[in-house]
């Protein structure tokens, strides 16, 4: 019963502290379940994302949480990708770079790894993002790279393949890594 009483005050405190007057915005976020003070996305979709790049404090405070945004997504391969590209990239980038990048990171992982390796075509607004392409060629060179064709599956099949299903030896199971 305490736990009860315990969450619903806290889902009380949440929507009172999250409706600011004159605005209406969301209080969860697709991903995480939580909104950030960088979420882009509100209701009425009147305000824009706002950036403060005016100070050295209020940059590193910005750039750390895009930063652990992008390592931490819950996803180990976006975790990696995403990562890694944000750390390279994010002290060069301007005040719309960081909107565009903040709209990547809004996305959902399994679509956005799907869109990432070529497996579904991404949507016209996705495409658009210079931060989603730029990844998007880094991941298409790596895998061009470092994978061979056959491991990867075509575009709209699922990128499910057993570690030696091109070995098909008298010893080796039928289908899949069995």
Request: glycine residues 6%; positive net charge.
């Amino acid at each position: 019963m305490a736990t009860l009483r315990i969450a619903l005050r806290n889902v009380h405190r949440i929507v009172n502290t999250s409706a600011v007057a004159g605005r209406a915005t969301t209080v969860f976020r697709p991903q995480y379940g939580w909104v950030s003070t960088y979420f882009s996305t509100n209701i009425s979709n009147t305000q824009p994302l706002n950036i403060d790049l005016s100070n050295e404090e209020s940059k590193r405070r910005l750039y750390n949480r895009l930063l652990y945004r992008s390592k931490q997504r819950g996803f180990l391969e976006l975790d990696l990708v995403l990562g890694k590209w944000v750390e390279e990239h994010i002290h060069s980038m301007d005040e719309n770079g960081i909107k565009a990048l903040v709209n990547v990171l809004d996305l959902e992982n399994p679509d956005l790894w799907k869109w990432l390796t070529g497996q579904e075509q991404p949507p016209e607004a996705v495409t658009v993002n210079p931060v989603f392409s730029a990844v998007q060629q880094r991941v298409l060179k790596n895998l061009n790279n470092h994978s061979s064709p056959e491991t990867r599956a075509t575009r709209g099949r699922p990128w499910v393949r057993g570690w030696d299903d091109i070995k098909k030896g008298r010893d080796s199971p039928i289908t899949g890594n069995q």
